[in-house]
């Protein structure tokens, strides 16, 4: 197996302070492998893009650690970091809002060059038109035009330019398809792993649609009110989910295909505040399988299967490895 | 007592014209459709396909500066189109419900959510104050939210969006409406959420018998909640079937494109999506012929030129499509339109 590009261990981040601290991030700790795209999902509020923010050091991190490329990021100086930066770019939801409004494209997307002092203009402009090329957009007819005069996905290819142009290993993508219709949906997904695979990208793929994340990713994380649930191989931990919390959220997705029907097994309620989390696991105020253990022992995640981990201590029944197909 | 067997909206060749800086924009396009009692619609297409103008037309809920409409539609026989807002008043109230996108923006900030659902209440049931407040409270129960005596004194801020969404269904079942338009009521939710938001409507819809319209872009929802599917392009409704035959037997090259491009939760990892490539049109613009020839992989010279009627299916009457090369063996029975 590849090495992991990115550690993150015991991942702690707090917003406020004293009686009106929320611990967002409540220790979470993953790999991501050189060339992989993990999946992070969960419900609103239960701190994805905190996890992805704070990778990228844009939120300060109370504690624990974030290794990239084998360097520690949590001490390094803002100055440091900021050298570090162009290897870690991120991708939102809302393109049009991220880039300048004010600036024409061919110079949003050569901004990352001329911070990075990178090359003279002529040889900027040459990799600025290869780039927006590259992303289906026609650098002749866009690179004059400002932001406004774009849609949404062409404004999204327009950013994924601009991240890409630095010649970065790790993307985090916070939310970055899911205001776009359909259509345009899939060509940005198309567009993504094709690019991932010609730039050797490594991907964090956060978002709330479970049928997008299964799509992209090759292994899936599973967070609940700042925790990791579950995580597993794509296929495996969708198919046979091990956390009452996964089970529970495939249950409530639907497809396109009203011979498949409903589930009848939806969560109730909503997830607690996280200015008071519930004791032990946080998901037992909603957890069918809840007993007396889950009000007093935090569950760690372990591996139960091969490269499937998962933090409950009384996981679903795992189905045998050998007759998975 | 007789059961009214009569449809309860009826909509024909109805038009919706935006007057805007760069010349009249057509967003909704000759449309016909019927709703029996108690049935329910989704209506599916990319963003400013026309479904939300559509939806508004039905219930006279359009800005009336620089629109002109042309065509009918009633709801239990009468004329919506043409008629002034006041005169609606009464059928909003009582007949007719809706629920948004957005709740934030369909509840006054500033009052607390018991207090709205009171005053649609006495308005338009005339309830006294005092029962206005008790039947609030009875509503934001049946609607699930916990401690409603609680949250009835909670202002819309203070409640997260899927309770600010049931919120908007108490008052909107609050008069015993007959006709509920719901316009991407769960859109931006979480898909636990929106579950519990879709059951919360599918059960108070078998109550009361109510009629739906759902407006969605997520095939999946549709799938799930509706009988039947209108699917819309540039205005126009291309397709439109009972929701098993839709998603058993495709007509229409958009529908399949848009079906192709939806991950599936059911689908292994990496599975490669189809996508529809290119935008839809400019409405101040379309294209002469199908709107959707720019895009469609199908397309011929006829398709540039002849409009698509949208027709009945020799295999099924009730599947209806406007595409001169219909997928799936399905063909024309005739050429004339739903409704004449
Ligand atoms: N700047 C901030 N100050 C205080 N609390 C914050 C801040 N940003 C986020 N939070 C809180 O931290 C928690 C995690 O938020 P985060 O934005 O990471 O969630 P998320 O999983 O990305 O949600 P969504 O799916 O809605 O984007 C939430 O309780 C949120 O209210
Ligand atoms: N008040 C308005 N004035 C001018 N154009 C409008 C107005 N409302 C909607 N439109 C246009 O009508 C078309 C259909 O819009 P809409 O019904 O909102 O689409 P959908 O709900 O399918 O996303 C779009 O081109 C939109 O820009
Ligand atoms: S640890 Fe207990 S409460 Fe938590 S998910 Fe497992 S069974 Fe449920
Ligand atoms: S009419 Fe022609 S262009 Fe339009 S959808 Fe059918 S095949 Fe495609
Ligand atoms: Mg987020
Ligand atoms: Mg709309």
Same mark, same amino acid.
Not at chain 1, 214 to 235: F, I, Q, T
Not at chain 2, 65 to 92: C, F, M, P, Y
Not at chain 2, 219 to 248: C, H, K, W
């Given at each position: 197996?590849?090495?992991?590009?990115?550690?993150?261990?015991? =991942?702690?981040?707090?917003?406020?302070?004293?009686?009106?601290?929320?611990?967002?991030?409540?220790?979470?700790?993953?790999?991501?492998?050189?060339?992989?795209?993990?999946?992070?999902?969960?419900?609103?509020?239960?701190?994805?893009?905190?996890?992805?923010?704070?990778?990228?050091?844009?939120?300060?991190?109370?504690?624990?650690?974030?290794?990239?490329?084998?360097?520690?990021?949590?001490?390094?100086?803002?100055?440091?970091?900021?050298?570090?930066?162009?290897?870690?770019?991120?991708?939102?939801?809302?393109?049009?809002?991220?880039?300048?409004?004010? +600036?024409?494209?061919?110079?949003?997307?050569? *901004?990352?060059?001329?911070?990075?002092?990178?090359?003279?203009? *002529?040889? +900027?402009?040459?990799?600025?038109?290869?780039?927006?090329?590259?992303?289906? %957009?026609?650098?002749?007819?866009?690179?004059?035009?400002?932001?406004?005069?774009?849609?949404?996905?062409?404004?999204? +290819?327009?950013? %994924?330019?601009?991240?890409?142009?630095?010649?970065?290993?790790?993307?985090?993508?916070? *939310?970055?398809?899911?205001?776009?219709?359909?259509?345009?949906?899939?060509?940005?997904?198309?567009?993504?792993?094709?690019?991932?695979?010609?730039?050797?990208?490594?991907?964090?793929?956060?978002?709330?649609?479970?049928?997008?994340?299964?799509?992209?990713?090759?292994?899936?994380?599973?967070?609940?009110?700042?925790?990791? /649930?579950?995580?597993?191989?794509?296929?495996?931990?969708?198919?046979?989910?091990?956390?009452?919390?996964?089970?529970? =959220?495939?249950?409530?997705?639907?497809?396109?295909?009203?011979?498949?029907?409903?589930?009848?097994?939806?969560? *109730?309620?909503?997830?607690?505040?996280?200015?008071?989390?519930?004791?032990?696991?946080?998901?037992?105020?909603?957890?069918?399988?809840?007993?007396? +253990? /889950?009000?007093?022992?935090?569950?760690?995640?372990?591996?139960?299967?091969?490269?499937?981990?998962?933090?409950?201590?009384?996981?679903?029944?795992?189905?045998?490895?050998?007759?998975?197909? | 007592?007789?059961?009214?067997?009569?449809?309860?909206? #009826?909509?024909?060749?109805?038009?919706?014209?935006?007057?805007?800086?760069? @010349?009249?924009?057509?967003?909704?396009?000759?449309?016909?459709?019927?709703?029996?009692?108690?049935?329910?619609?989704?209506?599916? &297409?990319?963003? @400013?396909?026309?479904?939300?103008?559509?939806?508004?037309?039905?219930?006279?809920?359009?800005?009336?500066?620089?629109?002109?409409?042309? &065509?009918?539609?009633?709801?239990?026989?009468?004329?919506?189109?043409?008629?002034?807002?006041?005169?609606?008043?009464?059928?909003?109230?009582?007949?007719?419900?809706? #629920?948004?996108?957005?709740?934030?923006?369909?509840?006054?900030?500033?009052? !607390?959510?018991?207090?709205?659902?009171?005053?649609?209440?006495?308005?338009?049931?005339?309830?006294?104050?005092?029962?206005?407040?008790?039947?609030?409270?009875?509503?934001?129960?049946?609607?699930?939210?916990?401690?409603?005596?609680? !949250?009835?004194?909670?202002?819309?801020?203070?409640?997260?969006?899927?309770?600010?969404?049931?919120?908007?269904?108490?008052?909107?079942?609050?008069?015993?409406?007959?006709?509920?338009?719901?316009?991407?009521?769960?859109?931006?939710?979480?898909?636990?959420?929106?579950?519990?938001?879709?059951?919360?409507?599918?059960?108070?819809?078998?109550?009361?018998?109510?009629?739906?319209?759902?407006?969605?872009?997520?095939?999946?929802?549709?799938?799930? !909640?509706?009988?039947?599917?209108?699917?819309?392009?540039?205005?126009?409704?291309?397709?439109?079937?009972?929701?098993?035959?839709?998603?058993?037997?495709?007509?229409?090259?958009?529908?399949?494109?848009?079906?192709?491009?939806?991950?599936?939760?059911?689908?292994?990892?990496?599975?490669?999506?189809?996508?529809?490539?290119?935008?839809?049109?400019?409405?101040?613009?379309?294209?002469?012929?199908?709107?959707?020839?720019?895009?469609?992989?199908?397309?011929?010279?006829?398709?540039?030129? #002849?409009?698509?009627?949208?027709? !009945?299916?020799?295999?099924?009457?009730?599947?209806?499509?406007?595409?001169?090369?219909?997928?799936?063996?399905?063909?024309?029975?005739?050429?004339?339109?739903?409704?004449?």
């Amino acid at each position: 197996m590849t090495k992991p590009l990115l550690s993150v261990n015991n =991942l702690v981040v707090t917003y406020g302070a004293r009686k009106h601290a929320v611990q967002a991030v409540a220790g979470v700790s993953f790999e991501i492998f050189e060339g992989e795209t993990l999946g992070l999902v969960g419900e609103s509020g239960c701190g994805k893009s905190t996890t992805g923010r704070a990778i990228l050091q844009l939120e300060k991190v109370t504690s624990g650690s974030v290794t990239f490329d084998g360097e520690e990021l949590t001490s390094l100086s803002p100055g440091e970091m900021r050298t570090r930066r162009r290897k870690l770019q991120m991708l939102f939801q809302d393109p049009i809002s991220s880039l300048n409004p004010r +600036r024409k494209i061919k110079h949003i997307v050569a *901004e990352p060059l001329i911070i990075w002092k990178e090359g003279d203009d *002529e040889s +900027r402009s040459h990799l600025v038109d290869q780039m927006l090329l590259e992303v289906g %957009i026609d650098p002749h007819l866009a690179g004059e035009r400002y932001p406004r005069e774009f849609s949404g996905g062409q404004c999204q +290819r327009i950013s %994924i330019a601009r991240s890409l142009v630095a010649n970065p290993r790790l993307l985090v993508c916070d *939310e970055m398809v899911s205001a776009l219709d359909v259509s345009v949906q899939a060509q940005i997904i198309n567009l993504l792993s094709d690019l991932k695979v010609k730039h050797n990208l490594t991907l964090l793929f956060i978002a709330h649609d479970l049928a997008v994340v299964k799509n992209v990713s090759d292994r899936v994380a599973v967070m609940y009110l700042g925790r990791l /649930c579950e995580l597993g191989p794509s296929d495996d931990l969708y198919a046979h989910p091990l956390h009452p919390y996964t089970a529970a =959220l495939l249950s409530a997705a639907v497809v396109p295909d009203p011979t498949v029907g409903l589930s009848h097994h939806t969560l *109730e309620g909503e997830p607690p505040s996280p200015i008071n989390p519930p004791s032990g696991c946080r998901f037992r105020t909603r957890c069918p399988k809840a007993e007396a +253990r /889950c009000a007093e022992e935090v569950p760690e995640l372990r591996e139960v299967r091969p490269g499937h981990q998962v933090a409950c201590h009384f996981p679903l029944e795992a189905v045998p490895v050998s007759i998975q197909s | 007592m007789a059961i009214d067997q009569s449809p309860i909206v #009826v909509v024909d060749h109805l038009s919706t014209t935006f007057r805007t800086p760069r @010349g009249p924009l057509k967003a909704v396009n000759d449309v016909s459709l019927t709703l029996e009692r108690g049935s329910s619609l989704g209506i599916v &297409g990319e963003s @400013g396909s026309g479904k939300t103008v559509l939806s508004r037309s039905i219930i006279g809920l359009l800005p009336t500066q620089n629109v002109t409409q042309t &065509g009918t539609a009633t709801i239990n026989g009468s004329e919506i189109i043409g008629t002034r807002h006041k005169d609606l008043l009464k059928i909003w109230g009582s007949e007719v419900a809706m #629920v948004f996108q957005d709740p934030m923006t369909a509840l006054t900030p500033t009052r !607390r959510v018991g207090q709205q659902i009171a005053e649609s209440l006495r308005i338009n049931l005339k309830l006294s104050r005092k029962d206005a407040n008790l039947r609030a409270i009875e509503l934001l129960r049946q609607v699930g939210i916990p401690s409603p005596e609680r !949250r009835a004194r909670a202002y819309p801020n203070q409640l997260s969006g899927g309770m600010r969404q049931r919120v908007m269904i108490a008052i909107a079942i609050a008069c015993g409406p007959e006709f509920l338009v719901a316009d991407e009521p769960t859109t931006g939710l979480d898909v636990t959420v929106q579950a519990q938001v879709l059951d919360l409507i599918t059960e108070l819809r078998a109550k009361s018998n109510l009629t739906m319209i759902l407006v969605t872009h997520d095939l999946g929802v549709v799938a799930t !909640r509706t009988d039947n599917v209108a699917v819309m392009y540039a205005g126009r409704i291309v397709e439109q079937a009972p929701t098993a035959s839709l998603f058993a037997r495709v007509a229409m090259p958009y529908t399949k494109g848009l079906l192709d491009s939806t991950p599936r939760i059911d689908a292994p990892s990496h599975t490669r999506l189809s996508s529809i490539e290119g935008r839809p049109p400019d409405l101040v613009n379309p294209p002469e012929g199908c709107a959707f020839a720019p895009r469609c992989t199908y397309a011929t010279d006829e398709c540039r030129t #002849v409009r698509p009627e949208l027709v !009945r299916s020799t295999l099924d009457a009730n599947h209806l499509f406007a595409c001169h090369h219909p997928l799936n063996g399905h063909q024309a029975s005739s050429s004339l339109t739903e409704n004449k």
